[in-house]
């Protein structure tokens, strides 16, 4: 039965310490953190840096856009006449989903004026 090795960034410093000191050429092992370890042992046994993960980008977040108190209103008619629309093509689903919608707007508005 042959044992395997674990990755090297899942062993602990301890473990990378020990096995630093069986290779050659790498000195100072117990003043090292296991960053500068695992960068010490994988030059050593020459193996190529894993690449780091890219940044995410921030989908997330939008910038906020400052409405009046008129557009917001407008919005507000807008969404009525769509939900009237949807009621009367009984999609009971996405009436309701702009009834929140419609209900959030005129929060915004009491909040804005």
Not at 57 to 76: D, H, M
């Amino acid at each position: 039965m042959e044992k395997k090795e674990k990755p090297l960034e899942k062993l602990t410093a301890k473990e990378l310490r020990e096995m630093a000191l069986g290779l050659p050429g790498i000195h100072g092992v117990h003043a090292m953190k296991k960053e500068e370890l695992l960068t010490a042992i994988r030059a050593a046994k020459g193996i190529p840096e894993p690449e780091t993960k890219k940044e995410k980008k921030s989908v997330g977040k939008k910038e906020k856009v400052i409405l009046t108190v008129a557009q917001l209103k407008q919005k507000v008619e807008e969404m009525r006449a769509k939900r009237r629309e949807l009621l009367e093509q009984k999609k009971l689903k996405m009436a309701e989903i702009l009834r929140k919608r419609i209900s959030r707007l005129k929060k915004k508005t009491r909040r804005t004026a």
